[in-house]
C-alpha cells in the first residue's frame, strides 16, 4: 500500500456520462497530480493542486475538472465523455518541493462503451 | 519545455546478466530526474532519483543510476537482472516552467528478463 488511495479501481459507463474519480493523498503530502495513461498517449500530465490550489494545468480537456478539498483529498471530474477517454487515471502526491518524488496510488481504470 | 527520452521500446536481458534501460533528458537549468517502474495493473513506484552530488545514483532494488553531464543521459542500471524485474520503467524529470512541479515522464521503456 503506497498510502495513496484512489477510487473506484474500475469504472464502465457509457458515452456521454459523467463521472468523479477520487483522491486520498499520503499524510503529510500538500500536493496531489492527476495523470492518463493510455496506450498511444503514455502519461500525460493533468493537473496538479497543492494545499487547495491549482498549481498547474498539462494536457487537461475542458470536459474534464478537478478540485482539492481542505482536507487534501482531490476529486477529477469527467463529462461528456468519449470513448477516447477510456485509460488508467492515476493521482499521485508529494510534499511539494523539487526535489520529491512522487507517490502514485494504483489508479482508476475507466472505460467508455 | 523540459523533457525526456526513453530510446528503446523494450529491452531484454536473461536472468542474471545486466541490465540498462536508457533515458537522456532535454533541461534547462540543473535537472532533476527520476526513475520510476511500474507492474501490471499497478501505480507507478519508485526507484531513484538524481538531485545534486555523486554521479551513480543507488535506488530500491538493486537498482542504480548513472548521470552523465556531457552526455544529457540518465541511465538505469543493474548489476544481475531478476526475471521478478520484467517490468515497464519509466524515466522523468523535475519540470516547473509554467508554474507547478510536476513530472514529466518518458515514453516508457518494457524490461523483459528471461530465464
Known amino acids: 500500500d503506497s498510502g495513496v488511495t484512489q477510487t473506484p479501481k474500475h469504472l464502465i459507463t457509457a458515452t456521454g456520462q459523467r463521472v468523479t474519480l477520487r483522491c486520498s493523498p499520503r499524510s503529510g503530502d500538500l500536493s496531489v497530480y492527476w495523470y492518463q495513461q493510455s496506450l498511444d498517449q503514455g502519461l500525460q500530465f493533468l493537473i496538479q493542486y497543492y494545499n487547495g490550489e491549482e498549481r498547474a494545468k498539462g494536457n487537461i480537456l475542458e470536459r474534464f475538472s478537478a478540485q482539492q478539498f481542505p482536507d487534501l483529498h482531490s476529486e477529477l471530474n469527467l463529462s461528456s465523455l468519449e470513448l477516447g477517454d477510456s485509460a488508467l487515471y492515476f493521482c499521485a502526491s508529494s510534499v511539494g518541493g523539487r526535489e520529491y518524488g512522487y507517490t502514485f496510488g494504483s489508479g482508476t481504470r475507466l472505460t467508455v462503451v | ?115
Open chain 2, 1 to 115: 519545455a523540459q523533457s525526456v527520452a526513453q530510446p528503446e521500446d523494450q529491452v531484454n536481458v536473461a536472468e542474471g546478466n545486466p541490465l540498462t534501460v536508457k533515458c537522456t533528458y532535454s533541461v534547462s537549468g540543473n535537472p532533476y530526474l527520476f526513475w520510476y517502474v511500474q507492474y501490471p495493473n499497478r501505480g507507478l513506484q519508485f526507484l531513484l532519483k538524481y538531485i545534486t552530488g555523486d554521479n551513480l545514483v543507488k535506488g530500491s532494488y538493486g537498482f542504480e543510476a548513472e548521470f552523465n553531464k556531457s552526455q544529457t543521459s540518465f541511465h538505469l542500471k543493474k548489476p544481475s537482472a531478476l526475471v521478478s524485474d520484467s517490468a515497464l520503467y519509466f524515466c522523468a524529470v523535475r519540470d516547473a516552467l509554467g508554474g507547478g512541479n510536476k513530472l514529466t515522464f518518458g515514453t516508457g521503456t518494457q524490461l523483459k528478463v528471461e530465464l
